[in-house]
């Protein structure tokens, strides 16, 4: 398993970055320079990419060498199975590859079916001067350091590449984390989120959209402690953030941009479900909500071209004027999104959750009392913590009689909670009960969601209104339609939340 960490670098940096004290306190001898020609293989129609996974033969030294690699599965510190063997030639020798591959899964069988293999052929290369420093920490973790300069090249167009690969050899992947923190305190650097051949594929195609990821189901044991569980949940919910950077810092998708939120929402929820034994580091949590509200302005106006107004009817050509305007900003805050992503505070930031939750940092601060807590039992806690849960949202939850806009948020967000920490819990309990509740509750949180919508978007229409003059009518006639709905939204919140607290929250 190949486990390494990719930062970008601007051209003005290059020179900071070769005399970093880092590199020569830890290296083992001189860097090593070598120019590497990369071909990359895969079938007319994609199947490699598509069962994630890339192919090249590259050159070095008169030397020709290939490797086979799945797909990244750790976000930022990426991981992937490796094979590669010699070659004498530049051609694929993919019986000697079949015999490398030392794991089950779909690698071999794939590039031993022959409808596959037959009709391999290059699809795009790169070339690359790739400097290389093997360093050794104080721990005696061994990491190779690269700095490649080049281009990926496919026909005509090409990309530039000026990037650096930390890869562990032996170690410690903590200690990776570790050396990239010490180096973006004094460089300004970014997280690279994609590798050369995923940015091959979008340079040949042009046209291979960004992908949003759903959060993978939890499956806890009832054996965990709650310390264990907390490590469970961070990590899934960080591999959710994670899993849809991508989308977010290099194009506009929507649904990654999205799931991106979703992803920092079921984390807030964890940290709040834990707190009272585990808390988050100041400067981590001052950071984790300036991500939210830089993520949260271009979801806004999103949610307002392509959702609400939609649903509110009236008149077609109104309508589509402020559709237009609302897409527009959308695309202005989706940017600032991703020049958030692509910022060295958040490369930090990332970095400094991964190496927190990694060395479990909150033990080395907590008192005895507190380690004895957190070694109780996961059912026991999770027990009073759902019961906890459902008290609090029963209890705003009869705030709905109300018109008030920010009683009716309450309700919302305690209704959230509830559903994430649900969702956290829910392989501890009976699937039938708690789908049937938790489908329940969602119908109740749609509807709040759904009024929610129409309060944010009173105030985007306002912004428009006062940005742009010529959209007065057309803003003050979809504000009067949003009115109105909210008044249906209210009727049927209210109807939603009675069915739900007879049948699931009064017993």
């Not at 001898?29 to 996974?53: A, E, F, I, W």
């Not at 930022?76 to 993919?94: C, F, G, I, K």
């Not at 479900?273 to 580091?281: G, K, S």
Request: hydrophobic letters at 40%.
């Amino acid at each position: 398993m190949e486990i390494e960490l990719k930062l970008i670098l601007e051209a003005d940096a290059i020179d900071a970055f070769q005399k970093h004290p880092s590199l020569k306190q830890f290296a083992k001898s001189p860097p090593v320079t070598q120019l590497h020609r990369d071909v990359y293989y895969d079938t007319p129609d994609n199947v490699l990419r598509d069962c994630q996974m890339n192919l090249r033969v590259r050159q070095a030294d008169g030397k020709w060498v290939q490797t086979l690699k799945s797909d990244s599965v750790g976000g930022a510190l990426n991981q992937r199975y490796e094979w590669e063997t010699q070659l004498v030639s530049p051609n694929l020798d993919l019986y000697a590859l079949r015999n490398a591959i030392d794991r089950k899964g779909p690698w071999k069988e794939l590039i031993s079916e022959p409808s596959v293999a037959s009709v391999l052929k290059p699809i795009f290369n790169t070339s690359v001067e790739r400097t290389r420093w093997d360093l050794v920490n104080p721990q005696g973790d061994e990491i190779e350091l690269v700095l490649d300069q080049g281009s990926i090249n496919f026909e005509e167009r090409s990309q530039v590449v000026l990037e650096i690969e930390l890869e562990l050899k032996s170690g410690s992947p903590l200690n990776i984390i570790d050396l990239a923190l010490t180096m973006l305190n004094d460089i300004p650097m970014r997280l690279g989120y994609e590798s050369k051949s995923e940015r091959g594929y979008r340079l040949k195609a042009e046209s291979f959209g960004y992908t949003a990821v759903k959060a993978i189901p939890l499956q806890l044991s009832p054996k965990l402690n709650i310390d264990q569980a907390f490590v469970e949940i961070f990590e899934n919910c960080l591999s959710h953030i994670q899993a849809n950077q991508s989308g977010v810092a290099n194009s506009e998708d929507i649904d990654s941009l999205h799931q991106m939120r979703v992803g920092l929402r079921r984390l807030k929820s964890a940290l709040k479900m834990f707190n009272t034994v585990i808390q988050l580091p100041e400067e981590l949590q001052a950071d984790l909500e300036w991500l939210g509200d830089q993520l949260g302005e271009a979801r806004d106006w999103d949610v307002l071209a392509t959702s609400t107004l939609p649903k509110i009817g009236g008149d077609d050509a109104a309508i589509e004027k402020i559709r237009a305007a609302a897409a527009e900003k959308a695309k202005v805050k989706h940017r600032a999104a991703a020049a958030t992503l692509n910022s060295t505070r958040y490369a930090k930031f990332l970095l400094r959750m991964l190496q927190w939750i990694g060395v479990k940092a909150w033990r080395s601060s907590s008192n005895q009392k507190e380690n004895k807590n957190l070694n109780q039992g996961l059912k026991r806690f999770s027990n009073k913590l759902l019961v906890s849960d459902r008290r609090r949202l029963s209890k705003r939850g009869d705030a709905l009689e109300d018109a008030d806009p920010h009683k009716r948020h309450q309700v919302r967000i305690a209704a959230k909670k509830v559903r994430y920490d649900t969702e956290f819990f829910q392989s501890l309990y009976s699937q039938k009960e708690t789908k049937t509740y938790i489908n329940a509750l969602s119908k109740v949180q749609n509807e709040l969601g759904w009024l929610n919508d129409i309060a944010v978007g009173q105030g985007l229409l306002m912004e428009l209104q006062s940005e742009n003059k010529d959209l007065a009518n057309e803003a003050g006639y979809v504000r009067g339609y949003l009115s109105a709905r909210e008044t249906e939204g209210r009727k049927e919140a209210k109807k939603l939340w009675k069915r739900f607290k007879i049948k699931h929250l009064i017993k």
